[in-house]
């Protein structure tokens, strides 16, 4: 129990559809991360939040579409996408983002996602 | 760039002392972090260097040498539960005030009886 949780754990969509992956943490944390994780690849930072307001956007396609409605829930909405987009998505949350003192990322159990 | 490098697997005994290695080439360094990975299961936070020199947390230990960009991670005692997926990660400065975690692949460990 990592205190990070995630729903679905696996999900299988089509190309067309619309689905949300949601996340939770209980750790009182402020920075909030979506990850994805492909194999032969290394971890993909997507987005960051910090106090709900989102604070990095790595260049990921507008298929992808965050939400921070608060500080304990994150939200990734899916809709068009595409067989390459089939990875582990990982939210993450952390205390804080900045600052000097080392901070550890505390990691969801994931979803596997699968596009047809 | 931001780049790091790790050997993609090793394989060790049980009860034997393993060292895994990471290489980088990052601006802005912030510290590197270790987390362990088991198949199918989220990463998890094992250690964290921002100063050189060597951390030691139970029978797991992280060295760092921020003029040679090197790490390792010294696996001690090692038991068959220590079969996962050690990644290492850089932490750099970012946008602002914030700061980041680029990640290397990972170095898939198997220990053997």
């Known amino acids: 129990e990592t205190g990070v949780t995630q729903t679905p754990r696996h999900l299988v969509m089509g190309m067309t559809n619309k689905k949300s992956l949601k996340c939770e943490q209980h750790?009182?944390?402020?920075?909030m991360y979506w990850y994805k994780q492909s194999a032969k690849k290394p971890l993909e930072l997507m987005f960051v939040y910090s106090l709900e307001e989102r604070v990095e956007n790595n260049s990921v396609p507008s298929r992808f579409s965050p939400e921070c409605p608060n500080s304990s829930h994150l939200f990734l909405h899916l809709h068009t996408l595409q067989p390459e987009d089939s990875a582990l998505y990982l939210c993450?949350?952390?205390?804080?983002?900045?600052?000097?003192?080392?901070?550890?990322?505390?990691f969801g159990p994931g979803t596997r996602l699968t596009v047809t | 760039g931001q780049n790091i490098d790790q050997p993609t697997e090793m394989t060790a005994t049980e009860g034997a002392i393993v060292q895994i290695n990471c290489t980088y080439q990052t601006s802005g360094f912030n510290g590197l972090f270790w987390y362990q990975q088991h198949a199918g299961e989220a990463p998890t936070f094992l250690s964290y260097n921002v100063l050189d020199g060597l951390e030691e947390k139970g029978r797991f230990s992280s060295f760092l040498s921020r003029s040679k960009g090197y790490s390792y991670l010294l696996l001690k005692e090692l038991q068959m539960k220590d079969s996962a997926s050690y990644l290492c990660?850089?932490?750099?400065?970012?946008?602002?005030?914030?700061?980041?975690?680029?990640w290397g692949l990972g170095t898939s460990l198997a220990v053997n009886p």
């Open positions: 993450a949350s952390s205390t804080g983002t900045s600052g000097g003192a080392a901070y550890e990322q505390y």
């Open positions: 750790l009182g944390h402020n920075a």
């Open positions: 990660a850089v932490r750099v400065r970012g946008a602002g005030n914030n700061r980041k975690l680029i």
